[in-house]
């Protein structure tokens, strides 16, 4: 897996024109909610985000590299999130992390409108596609410093039955909304 992140992160350099945004772990979240007994949703979040931004507005290039620690997992209900660590869903002492690299940045006319790339997920590497709900680049103030920011809210549905987590299909919806919020500042 080590190889594989590493190879990874060869991809997300070869942007290397483009500015390096470092994520703001404050402004950096991934939320997720999921059907239970198709009557409410369970919804949480990952504690635990670190992304990297490299773009180039002028250029329209770039890429997005997200990295999570899925043992984070936070439902607000620590015996749910016991379940959801466990061999019956995301097996983190098995698999200790999930990874998003972008492989193609989407414009549409100068606005980003998806990130096209790979999610690796529970052992699994498969096409994923995020929607950008909003991506802005502006400098904002900090106290009395000033910095250049690049940050935005994306949102994707994937299905857990195609990264390996099939259990409890009767009770457990397939469909999982993903809300990924990544606010950088420039490097």
Not at 91 to 118: C, I, M, W
Not at 125 to 142: G, K, N, W
Request: with cysteine.
């Amino acid at each position: 897996m080590a190889a594989l992140f590493a190879a990874c992160g060869l991809l997300a350099s070869a942007h290397a024109e483009a500015t390096p945004y470092e994520a703001d772990a404050a402004h950096t979240s991934i939320y997720f909610a999921v059907a239970h007994r198709n009557i409410s949703f369970v919804r949480g979040r990952f504690q635990k985000v670190a992304a990297r931004i490299d773009f180039d507005a002028d250029a329209k290039t770039g890429s997005i590299v997200v990295d999570v620690d899925p043992a984070s997992v936070d439902t607000g209900n620590g015996t749910l999130d016991g379940v959801l660590r466990s061999s019956q869903f995301l097996e983190t002492e098995t698999y200790a992390g999930v990874r998003f690299v972008s492989g193609r940045l989407v414009f549409d006319g100068g606005t980003l409108s998806a990130v096209e790339g790979t999610l690796w997920l529970h052992g699994v590497q498969r096409p994923a596609t995020l929607t950008a709900d909003r991506f802005v680049c502006r400098e904002v103030a900090f106290g009395l410093a000033r910095q250049y920011v690049c940050g935005g809210a994306f949102h994707a549905t994937i299905k857990r039955s195609e990264f390996g987590m099939t259990r409890y299909a009767a009770d457990v919806g397939d469909d999982v909304r993903l809300e990924i919020n990544v606010e950088g500042v420039r490097k």
